[in-house]
């Protein structure tokens, strides 16, 4: 396509509810990140997956979390049983062969009450 | 440990001021620096990488080693630049090249 694409763009689930989200990197990255962005914290590293190498997890934050890359484009980022401290927005990258420049997608802005 | 520090949380300048947006950072190695921005409503971009030694929208940034910093400067600001700065650090862990981000400065220009 012709950016990143996330969705949904928004999602409120009760706590104890699992979420997921997806990202549809650009056609022909194979590089995606999964990043959170919370108020007051900047930008979080949670998930790196490039090509068919296994993918760099050093970044979720609990076993609760946890990613898939299917057939090396869509990834989902699921979230188990969401606590309150987990609303945030999760924002997806990609790029060109693991460079260095991202395109970010527009985010999911998740809320859990 | 690889960090990023933007002090600031917000900056606020008037139209026509001088902008200057702190970052320092720690890494051992040679780093790759970037500055992102997001305006309202948009996605996070990217604005400059040190490499490139490009001016985009007026603004600057230099990499200074000795003092571990890549501040981004715009010698006079307009209203159109408020939005969110990161400043981020490529961090190689295995073969991850990652960006590792500060926590942002919001820059509010005022008319």
């Known amino acids: 396509g012709a950016g990143v694409s996330q969705s949904p763009s928004n999602k409120v689930t009760e706590k104890g509810k699992d979420v997921e989200l997806r990202c549809d990197p650009i056609?022909?990255?194979?590089?995606l990140y999964w990043y959170r962005q919370s108020l007051g914290q900047g930008l979080e590293f949670l998930i790196y997956?490039?090509?068919?190498?296994?993918?760099?997890k050093s970044g979720l934050p609990s076993d609760r979390f946890s990613a898939e890359r299917t057939g090396g484009s869509v990834s989902t980022l699921t979230i188990q049983r969401t606590q309150q401290e987990d609303s945030a927005v999760y924002l997806c990258?990609?790029?060109?062969?693991?460079?260095?420049?991202?395109?970010f997608g527009s985010g999911t802005r998740l809320t859990v009450v | 440990a690889q960090r990023v520090t933007q002090p600031e949380k917000l900056l606020s300048v008037f139209k026509g001021a001088p902008v200057e947006l702190k970052c320092n950072y720690s890494?051992?190695?040679?780093?790759?620096l970037f500055w992102y921005v997001q305006y309202s409503r948009q996605r996070l971009q990217l604005l400059l990488r040190?490499?490139s030694r490009e001016s985009i929208k007026g603004f600057t940034a230099d990499l200074n080693k000795g003092e571990t910093s890549f501040h981004l400067k715009k010698p006079f600001a307009q209203e159109e630049d408020s939005a969110m700065y990161y400043c981020?650090?490529?961090?190689?862990?295995?073969?991850?090249?990652?960006?590792?981000f500060g926590t942002g400065t919001l820059l509010a220009v005022q008319p």
């Open positions: 990258a990609s790029s060109l062969f693991g460079g260095s420049s991202y395109t």
């Open positions: 981020a650090l490529s961090g190689r862990s295995g073969a991850t090249n990652k960006l590792i």
């Open positions: 997956f490039q090509g068919n190498s296994a993918p760099d």
């Open positions: 040190h490499i």
């Open positions: 890494y051992s190695g040679s780093p790759e």
């Open positions: 056609s022909g990255h194979t590089a």
